[in-house]
């Protein structure tokens, strides 16, 4: 389109966005040059995507000053912050890559081309910044024959580690690497293996998901067995016990997260082409159920800009909501214009049902705003109010659009084609979709979570300790009188404001976040929105790791009667040992042990030492560790990988030498244990009875056991709990170290805005 005269864009969003907002934007989102800074300022970015998005209007007659006034109205819609567009749109849109979708589901099919041709589209789809789902349900089980081979298959989890490695071997725009979804129906023959296929630290780079039937669902309330079915024929493969299965994958979602659960058969009534075929899986947050090849463009609406105030009280504005739903209905159609798919099959699907999904960010600011609990009667009912509001304002807008430019083209055989069926522009039009980096860029909660924290510390260089606070509550704390930054650190380390004097009852009420809350109302609050949702809620059930199996099973038992399509639960300290503390800092960082002065010599390498080696399972693979004394004590630490990847060998032998060398030295194995217990790398492991963070976590497991075996004779073969004192937030992001937060069914980092699924 011809270049626009900028002058007439307000330049004024560069001056109020928060400084974690800009510190996002400049590593993610903006322009760089060859030695990686940025050159576009926010103003810029915006324009960008501005300019880029509205000149699809040309395509329907649109004249180019008609071109232009669109480029500047979607401008003021974006940086008024009332909406953003998905991460990739943001990212890529008039730029040379020009891939702007998030979510991609690919089919699995029950041969070898087909597998490894969505490995390589996999590879392509995640080059480009996009995520991707499978369901793996048609791949025949392991053991079953190969007629063509007169061998064995090796089974769908077999190849789940295929499309595991090569999404390690290939970054997001050389940055980071893709997020997977993989799901298994629950009547397939080895859905065992796979509910327990994360036990042991594997699968990295996958969510899972079982696809749970309403046959299955019925066998569990009627405590009998149901049937398994070969995907290579249909045939009867067997029966289980519907209870212990269920029970199996609550308690694997208890221990490590995964698998959550989507009841798929929902999903397929509400699928509006059902000619073209079944959905299978959804994208890697569980939000987005999708045929396959088919993607789906995103966009997001922030509802704490439509907090009406007047002496009566507050109310929604309503008026202001509807006109941008309407506008960013239009923009997220315009959006499938212009963008350029990794794929040809993918582009035709996209064209031909037309799907968008407009949700919701800063619902919990909204209801804080509007002195409303979250965990109250009265939230669910107005986050019903608020969605079906939306979901009717966008199917206006998008019937408006119907009108102007057609309906989607396979909208002759979907469930609108009835004398009375609505004749919309796209097939779906709404989605809650998870909002980590877009909620931080707007300064607002995420999704449709509640706050994560209302205060909590960052540890950043030097040891330097800050509290960060959340807005609202320092606004309220100021006008209040009872603002300190005593009172703010006090709740920086205690979690919460419940409980803590001097915080009014009344904003302990209305503060409350996702710890806080009872799960029942995670999931009310889910189903709330999903009742007046096109396509899923991505959201996350964050229990505190006291919880127990059975108070995951309620949640499951919860989701299926309250009619949601899927459910992720993260228990506290599940994953991975956490990093940000919301609770009790840790009190290990205390004065180091006096070192000595002066030079000190390592005594020689004894010709003669005994000892042990332990495996020890880790994210990089068995980690062999071998750890030798002589008569003066504990001399020297050997390591050696069973396989390559992750760490480099190099590494590990530095790490084994360095060690060698303090234990040499003089210095007490206990202190040496100490430093390495709990450092983490992105690749945890679970082992028996506990997690292995890293590596260097594996060894100091390793030297524990062995100084055990030294004092007692015996020695466990349990990895201890780390007991280091934390009670944080989500685990560590692998790019700057911060916590991740678990949230509507992704996890994301408000340090550096880093997200598992963009």
């Given at each position: 389109m011809p270049e626009q005269d900028t002058t007439t864009y307000s330049r004024t969003i560069d001056e109020i966005l928060s400084p974690n907002s800009l510190k996002v934007l400049q590593k993610r989102y903006l322009k760089k040059n060859d030695s990686g800074e940025a050159i576009e300022l926010p103003s810029d970015m915006f324009i960008r995507v501005a300019e880029n998005i509205a000149s699809a209007e040309a395509a329907f007659g649109a004249s180019p000053e008609q071109v232009a006034e669109t480029a500047r109205d979607f401008y003021d819609l974006m940086t008024s912050l009332e909406f953003l567009p998905n991460s990739p749109t943001l990212m890529n849109a008039g730029r040379e890559l020009q891939q702007l979708s998030a979510c991609f589901v690919l089919p699995v099919a029950d041969s070898m081309d087909s597998i490894f041709g969505a490995v390589r589209d996999t590879a392509i789809i995640h080059k480009s910044g996009g995520g991707t789902g499978f369901s793996f349900s048609r791949l025949r089980p392991a053991g079953d024959q190969v007629r063509s081979t007169q061998g064995v298959s090796s089974g769908p989890i077999s190849f789940m580690r295929?499309?595991?490695?090569?999404?390690?071997?290939?970054?997001?725009?050389?940055?980071?690497?893709?997020?997977?979804?993989?799901?298994?129906?629950?009547?397939?023959?080895?859905?065992?293996?796979?509910?327990?296929?994360?036990?042991?630290?594997?699968?990295?780079?996958?969510?899972?998901?079982?696809?749970?039937?309403?046959?299955?669902?019925?066998?569990?309330?009627?405590?009998?067995?149901?049937?398994?079915?070969?995907?290579?024929?249909?045939?009867?493969?067997?029966?289980?016990?519907?209870?212990?299965?269920?029970?199996?994958?609550?308690?694997?979602?208890?221990?490590?997260?995964?698998?959550?659960?989507?009841?798929?058969?929902?999903?397929?009534?509400?699928?509006?082409?059902?000619?073209?075929?079944?959905?299978?899986?959804?994208?890697?947050?569980?939000?987005?159920?999708?045929?396959?090849?088919?993607?789906?463009?995103?966009?997001?609406?922030?509802?704490?800009?439509?907090?009406?105030?007047?002496?009566?009280?507050?109310?929604?504005?309503?008026?202001?909501?509807?006109?941008?739903?309407?506008?960013?209905?239009?923009?997220?159609?315009?959006?499938?214009?212009?963008?350029?798919?990794?794929?040809?099959?993918?582009?035709?699907?996209?064209?031909?049902?037309?799907?968008?999904?407009?949700?919701?960010?800063?619902?919990?600011?909204?209801?804080?705003m509007m002195g409303v609990a979250y965990d109250s009667e009265e939230a669910v009912a107005l986050g019903e109010k608020v969605m079906g509001f939306i979901q009717a304002e966008a199917r206006r807008a998008s019937m408006k659009l119907a009108e102007e430019r057609g309906v989607f083209p396979n909208w002759e055989g979907s469930i609108y084609d009835t004398p009375d069926g609505m004749r919309l522009r796209n097939a779906t039009v709404t989605t809650i979709a998870p909002t980590g980096t877009l909620s931080i860029i707007a300064n607002c909660s995420s999704g449709i979570e509640p706050l994560f924290a209302v205060s909590y510390v960052r540890t950043v260089m030097d040891n330097d300790r800050l509290v960060e606070v959340n807005p609202l509550f320092e606004d309220l704390a100021v006008k209040q009188g009872f603002y300190s930054r005593e009172l703010m650190a006090l709740i920086a380390d205690h979690g919460s404001v419940q409980g803590i004097e001097g915080v009014p009852d009344s904003v302990q009420q209305v503060f409350v976040t996702a710890h806080d809350i009872?799960?029942?109302?995670?999931?009310?609050?889910?189903?709330?929105?999903?009742?007046?949702?096109?396509?899923?809620?991505?959201?996350?059930?964050?229990?505190?790791?006291?919880?127990?199996?059975?108070?995951?099973?309620?949640?499951?038992?919860?989701?299926?009667?309250?009619?949601?399509?899927?459910?992720?639960?993260?228990?506290?300290?599940?994953?991975?040992?956490?990093?940000?503390?919301?609770?009790?800092?840790?009190?290990?960082?205390?004065?180091?042990?006096?070192?000595?002065?002066?030079?000190?010599?390592?005594?020689?390498?004894?010709?003669?030492?005994?000892?042990?080696?332990?495996?020890?399972?880790?994210?990089?693979?068995?980690?062999?560790?071998?750890?030798n004394s002589d008569e003066q004590g504990l001399c020297e630490v050997f390591t050696q990988m069973g396989k390559s990847g992750g760490c480099a060998a190099s590494q590990s032998e530095a790490l084994s030498r360095m060690i060698s060398v303090s234990l040499r030295a003089g210095v007490d194995p206990h202190a040496i244990l100490k430093h390495l217990r709990g450092i983490r790398c992105p690749s945890p492991a679970w082992a028996q009875g506990g997690k292995v963070l890293s590596c260097a976590d594996a060894v100091g497991i390793a030297m524990e056991h062995y100084l055990e075996w030294m004092e007692t004779g015996q020695a466990s073969t349990l990895v201890s709990k780390n007991t280091d004192g934390l009670v944080n937030l989500s685990g560590a992001c692998p790019e700057c170290g911060g916590a991740l937060e678990h949230e509507s069914g992704c996890a994301v980092c408000r340090a550096c805005g880093y997200s598992k699924c963009a």
């Open positions: 295929v499309f595991n490695q090569a999404t390690e071997a290939v970054k997001q725009g050389g940055t980071r690497r893709g997020a997977n979804m993989g799901v298994l129906r629950v009547d397939h023959p080895d859905i065992v293996e796979f509910v327990k296929c994360k036990l042991d630290g594997d699968f990295a780079n996958f969510n899972i998901s079982v696809a749970i039937t309403e046959e299955f669902m019925d066998a569990v309330r009627s405590e009998t067995t149901y049937q398994l079915r070969n995907p290579r024929n249909g045939e009867p493969a067997g029966e289980l016990d519907a209870r212990e299965v269920y029970d199996l994958i609550v308690e694997m979602a208890w221990a490590t997260g995964d698998p959550g659960i989507i009841f798929i058969d929902r999903m397929n009534r509400d699928n509006p082409t059902p000619l073209l075929g079944e959905i299978e899986s959804t994208n890697p947050c569980g939000e987005q159920p999708l045929l396959p090849y088919e993607a789906c463009n995103l966009g997001s609406v922030n509802l704490s800009k439509f907090v009406r105030y007047a002496e009566s009280g507050t109310d929604v504005d309503w008026d202001r909501l509807a006109d941008v739903v309407h506008r960013g209905v239009r923009f997220l159609d315009d959006v499938i214009e212009v963008n350029q798919y990794p794929l040809e099959k993918i582009a035709e699907l996209v064209a031909g049902n037309r799907k968008i999904g407009l949700g919701v960010m800063g619902w919990a600011d909204m209801l804080i009872a799960p029942e109302w995670h999931v009310r609050m889910q189903a709330a929105f999903q009742r007046s949702t096109d396509n899923a809620v991505s959201k996350t059930v964050n229990f505190g790791n006291e919880a127990t199996i059975e108070d995951v099973r309620h949640v499951y038992d919860l989701a299926h009667e309250l009619g949601v399509k899927g459910v992720t639960i993260y228990r506290d300290g599940s994953k991975e040992n956490q990093v940000l503390s919301t609770g009790k800092t840790s009190k290990s960082g205390e004065a180091a042990d006096a070192g000595r002065h002066g030079e000190i010599e390592p005594r020689p390498r004894p010709s003669v030492t005994m000892g042990r080696t332990e495996k020890i399972q880790t994210g990089c693979g068995n980690l062999y560790v071998t750890i």
